[in-house]
Antibody
Framework: QVQLVESGGGVVQPGGSLRLSCAAS????????MHWVRQAPGKGLEWVAF????????YYADSVKGRFTVSRDNSKNTMYLQMNSLRAEDTAVYSC??????????????????WGQGTLVTVSS | DIQMTQSPSSLSASVGERVTITCRAS??????LAWYQQKPGKVPKVLIY???ALQSGVPSRFRGSGSGTDFTLTISSLQPEDVATYYC??????????FGPGTKVDIK
């Protein structure tokens, strides 16, 4: 079955950097768009970043634009999130997820499934 | 950017009761909407996509409806295992792929 496993979280000081990884198995990774989603402690879900299946397009939430960079290595079935200039408000569990889709007559609908268990990033001095 | 709102933010209902959660988009998104259930300490699970299509394996007591700006998730008969927070998400072609703020459902 499809499995997504995040790693790289930890405690970092404000202004610091961290790189998260998302290792995928059980799927043809290069065939799927991927996303990062975060959830601050006790808060709701926040979409963070998107990368197209071939890595040609990336999109970001306004809250991380210019500070975070999403990338992928399809030869390693792995997606990355480089996080720079970290702030206290970036403290959250970061999860990677696959964009699943249903298409009919050239129209497609998407949803996130499955999700990894997430890795905790804590920004604190 | 399109904003997503949900109401109520929380609710408490009895086992067997019908529960309705509303999600509203600030602009029309056709039927490009998904609903997720997140149980405490667990990752989110998709219930509904395309506003009304039931994901495989999801109990039929869950029903999604709506199009444009107004959407509804209905649980026809609330069960103890449905205690969770429910999120809607817009998933049309343009990012950001915004989630609603969530509705927490408890048993009375």
């Amino acid at each position: 079955q499809v499995q997504l496993v995040e790693s790289g979280g930890g405690v970092v000081q404000p202004g610091g950097s961290l790189r998260l990884s998302c290792a995928a198995s059980g799927l043809t990774f290069s065939g799927y768009d991927m996303h990062w989603v975060r959830q601050a402690p006790g808060k709701g879900l926040e979409w963070v970043a998107f990368i197209r299946s071939d890595g040609t397009n990336q999109y970001y939430a306004d809250s991380v634009k210019g500070r975070f960079t999403v990338s992928r290595d399809n030869s390693k079935n792995t997606m990355y999130l480089q996080m720079n200039s970290l702030r206290a408000e970036d403290t959250a569990v970061y999860s990677c997820t696959k964009a699943s889709r249903y298409c009919i007559n050239g129209v497609c609908w998407y949803w996130f499934d499955p999700w990894g268990q997430g890795t905790l990033v804590t920004v604190s001095s | 950017d399109i904003q997503m709102t949900q109401s109520p933010s929380s609710l408490s209902a009895s086992v067997g009761e019908r529960v309705t959660i509303t999600c509203r988009a600030s602009q029309g998104i056709s039927n490009y909407l998904a609903w997720y259930q997140q149980k405490p300490g667990k990752v989110p699970k998709v219930l509904i996509y395309a506003a009304s299509a039931l994901q495989s394996g999801v109990p039929s007591r869950f029903r999604g409806s709506g199009s444009g700006t107004d959407f509804t998730l209905t649980i026809s008969s609330l069960q103890p295992e449905d205690v969770a927070t429910y999120y809607c998400q817009k998933f049309n072609s343009a990012p950001p792929f915004t989630f609603g703020p969530g509705t927490k459902v408890d048993i009375k």
